[in-house]
């Protein structure tokens, strides 16, 4: 009898820990997220998703214009350093980056400070689905070719469609603009919070890619790091540059849905001009450790309660553990396979 | 030397509030991992804090243990036991501060800033992705040690008080 109670008692300790630690707890947990996106071939030691990219760095210069929203250092008037990355879409880093449907540029900024600021950036400015767990379904869908009954089964979509059927990619990562997509709160001193997206604008005057080097051409394949090897041209010339343009919510956006593009007539202000000066490979460089989180905040900033905004934290770390341990693991066998192209 | 029958209320109330929180890092910790939820970014914040709170409880309980006089297991028990009683309350402290340690250490190397209730804490490490992994690794390997360390400890604990009721569990629970 009081065995059996001692037993039943153990018993209970050891389910809960069990179940704790099971990620079949709900439909789609990180590691499913990660293990789909890395797809098939692991490549040992990159990013399970947007592998192909670079580092950069620079200077923020903030204009003021948003201190009276938020109380972040980041947006006081100065200069702030930041370190970057652009990258494309993708799980493979060798594969050409010019094909990618989606490149990207994130920041890390004030690295160095109690008020770090990070943010990843996509091209387009909506998402086609609301949730993560739509969103494993439509990676799911790409992967099984049945992406056009996803989007058909998903109106949620349609902003995302027409983006994608009017946007031109260029030829290169200087003049693109780059999204928060997801919408986040900045609180000032007085504690007042407003809903706000951002992006990156170019300065630079953009080129349209031509649509050979986007599609197959005969004459020449592409390369992996055509878009990479004309940003380090470019800063060669002088700074890649871009104004961090916010946009305010009005009462009737909701924060909470990257599915819905806000309307042009939004208020907006600019925080400020990334001032891009270097640019390194990733491998070995500073950029290759961090893991651009985007709910790395400081205070004046606030997440919002986007569902596919707040599932981005735990997936992102899962693909962080896994390549750090494959370069730890590397690191301890002297076995370089895992560095690849993109090593000096 | 005349040793009492039971923890001082010190060592036994700063017991209780540790297994409480540790249990809760535990669960906490297993959970958000995978989770994709809209709590977990709170469950992380929470448990940051929380862990380096647990660092100081840790600290604080070293001191304690090193200045009380505290119970001696009953001569009843077998040498063996009374051995592993107390390899396994060593094993206890050296994880319960190697957890929090790894904890602040991946952060540091993850290049995250850490605060605690508005103190921003300092970086000890630089910023690497090969020291995140280890530090990464430790921290989830050491929480399953600390884990079976203690199921066998509720089962010991639950084995004197339930079937030998030799006032080994009475000792950290009241006189
Ligand atoms: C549920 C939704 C999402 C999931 C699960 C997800 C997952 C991931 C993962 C696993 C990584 C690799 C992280 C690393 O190893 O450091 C990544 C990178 C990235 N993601 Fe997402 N993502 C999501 C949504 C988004 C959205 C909405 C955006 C754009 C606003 C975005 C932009 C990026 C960018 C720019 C990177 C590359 C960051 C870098 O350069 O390191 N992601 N994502
Ligand atoms: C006694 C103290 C602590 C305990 C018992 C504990 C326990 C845990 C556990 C069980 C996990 C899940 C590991 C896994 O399954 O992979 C975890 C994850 C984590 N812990 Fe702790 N922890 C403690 C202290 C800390 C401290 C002090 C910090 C940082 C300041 C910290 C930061 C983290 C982070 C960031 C993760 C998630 C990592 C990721 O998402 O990749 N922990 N912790």
Redesign the interface.
């Known amino acids: 009898m009081r065995y059996g109670a001692l037993l039943a008692i153990i018993a209970a300790i050891i389910a809960a820990f069990v179940y704790a630690a099971s990620d079949k707890r709900q439909p789609v947990s990180a590691q499913d997220f990660v293990n789909l996106q890395q797809g098939d071939v692991i490549q040992q030691g990159f990013r399970r998703a947007h592998a192909n990219g670079f580092c950069v760095s620079g200077e923020f210069i903030a204009s003021g214009a948003l201190a009276e929203y938020s109380s972040a250092t980041v947006f006081q008037t100065g200069r702030h350093p930041f370190i970057g990355r652009f990258s494309v879409a993708g799980n493979n880093p060798t594969a050409p980056d010019v094909k990618a449907p989606v490149r990207s540029l994130a920041l890390t900024l004030l690295p160095d400070s109690a008020a770090q600021w990070r943010t990843a950036m996509n091209t387009p400015p909506v998402l086609p689905v609301g949730t993560p767990e739509k969103f494993y379904q439509q990676l799911q869908a790409i992967k099984n070719n049945t992406i056009a009954e996803f989007f058909a089964a998903h109106p949620e979509s349609a902003a995302f469609l027409q983006w994608r059927a009017s946007y031109q990619p260029t030829q290169s990562y200087a003049t693109e603009q780059y999204h928060s997509i997801n919408a986040f709160y900045l609180i000032n001193n007085a504690g007042q919070q407003q809903a706000v997206r951002w992006a990156a604008v170019p300065s630079a005057a953009s080129e349209t890619l031509s649509s050979d080097s986007q599609h197959d051409s005969q004459q020449e394949p592409a390369v992996t790091d055509s878009l990479q090897q004309e940003l380090f041209t470019r800063l060669a010339q002088g700074p890649v540059t871009f104004d961090l343009v916010f946009t305010l919510a009005t009462a009737n956006d909701n924060a909470s849905d990257a599915t819905v593009l806000w309307p042009a007539t939004n208020p907006q202000r600019i925080a400020g001009q990334l001032v891009i000066t270097a640019a390194n490979e990733q491998k070995g460089h500073q950029c290759d450790a961090l893991n651009f989180d985007p709910l790395v905040l400081p205070a004046g900033i606030q997440p919002s309660e986007d569902p596919i905004l707040r599932a981005r934290a735990a997936a992102y770390a899962e693909s962080h553990r896994r390549r750090a341990r494959e370069v730890l693991l590397e690191s301890l066998t002297g076995n370089n396979s895992a560095k690849g192209a993109g090593d000096e | 030397m005349n040793k009492p029958q039971v923890y001082p209320i010190a060592m036994r109330l700063v017991h209780w509030l540790m297994a409480a929180l540790i249990l809760s890092l535990?669960?906490v910790g297993?959970?958000?991992?995978?989770?994709?939820?809209?709590?977990?970014?709170t469950l992380?914040q929470w448990h940051k804090i929380a862990g380096v709170v647990a660092l100081f409880a840790v600290l604080l309980r070293v001191a304690l243990r090193l200045s009380s006089r505290t119970p001696a297991l009953p001569n009843a028990i077998p040498k063996w036991q009374q051995a592993i009683a107390k390899l396994t309350h060593l094993a206890f402290y050296a994880l319960l501060l190697l957890m929090p340690l790894s904890g602040y250490l991946m952060q540091n190397?993850?290049?995250?800033?850490l605060?605690v209730f508005g103190v921003?804490l300092p970086s000890i490490i630089a910023?690497?992705?090969?020291?995140?992994?280890?530090f990464?690794?430790l921290h989830a390997w050491l929480s399953i040690a600390l884990?079976l360390l203690?199921?066998l400890h509720?089962?010991a604990a639950?084995?004197h008080g339930?079937?030998r009721r030799d006032g080994v569990l009475r000792s950290m629970i009241k006189h």
């Open positions: 535990l669960f297993l959970s958000m991992v995978s989770s994709l939820g809209p709590w977990q970014y992380l190397a993850a290049g995250r800033p605060s921003s910023t690497d992705l090969a020291w995140y992994g280890a990464r690794e884990i203690i199921i509720i089962s639950l084995y339930l079937i």
